[in-house]
């Protein structure tokens, strides 16, 4: 199984142009999350998605959105990419009651 | 609201030599706890975990961490580190019926041989 799938794993923007991060798990978990990490700051939540058909904010979630399209797929989206925005973003998917489970990241930077 | 405090940034311990990782939480109630291990350019992997039970867990790798609610800390430690276990090591903590984990600012172990 591949388990938690991100893309693209490298995307350099410009100021002001839009992108969507990809996520997607074949674990049938419930639970999905993006988080951001930043050099000394560990990760960050952004959003999560307790179920298909909701989601929430997390600690750090302006300048972003994000849709559960179905159990499996989670994506995040930024409409006016910043430079404050430059940094790895990463997946994680858990089913009730077991740690979560990590994609590989997606390392992006905003010029 | 919970926090996980991750004390040191970087430590340094030569190969062979053991090893503890410290962390402190806040929380009220039993919490979840967890270590992940980040090799460069890689994703988070799963070290151990401690939802009840034996304080004292087993995890892959040859490591082990306590639970000690009267310090309200849960440290990893090895007793033989290898240069493969250079990497950044992460506490983070959870609380039953919450499905959000707080993560520490992270330990950056460098192995010297």
């Known amino acids: 199984n591949a388990g938690v799938t991100q893309t693209p794993k490298f995307q350099v923007l410009k100021t002001g142009q839009s992108m969507t991060l990809q996520c997607a798990q074949d674990?049938?978990?419930?639970?999905m999350y993006w988080y951001r990490q930043d050099p000394g700051m560990g990760l960050r939540l952004i959003y999560y998605s307790a179920s298909e058909g909701t989601t929430d904010k997390g600690e750090v979630p302006n300048g972003y959105n994000v849709s559960r399209l179905n159990k499996r797929e989670f994506s995040l989206r930024l409409e006016s990419a910043a430079p404050s925005q430059t940094s790895v973003y990463f997946c994680?998917?858990?089913?009730?009651?077991?740690?979560?489970?990590f994609g590989d990241g997606t390392r992006l930077s905003i010029l | 609201a919970q926090s996980v405090t991750q004390p040191d940034i970087h430590i340094t311990v030569s190969e062979g030599a053991s090893l503890e990782l410290r962390c402190n939480y806040s929380y009220g109630a039993t919490p979840y706890l967890f270590w992940y291990v980040q090799s460069p350019g890689q994703g988070l992997q799963l070290l151990l975990k401690?939802?009840?039970?034996?304080?004292l867990v087993q995890g892959i790798k040859g490591f082990e961490a306590e639970f000690k609610r009267s310090q309200s800390s849960f440290n990893l430690r090895k007793p033989s580190v290898h240069w493969s276990d250079a990497a950044e090591y992460f506490c983070a903590v959870g609380a039953n019926g919450n499905e959000k984990l707080t993560f520490g600012t992270g330990t950056r172990l460098t192995i010297i041989p």
């Open positions: 674990m049938n978990h419930n639970s």
């Open positions: 994680a998917s858990m089913r009730e009651m077991s740690p979560q489970h």
């Open positions: 401690y939802f009840s039970g034996d304080t």
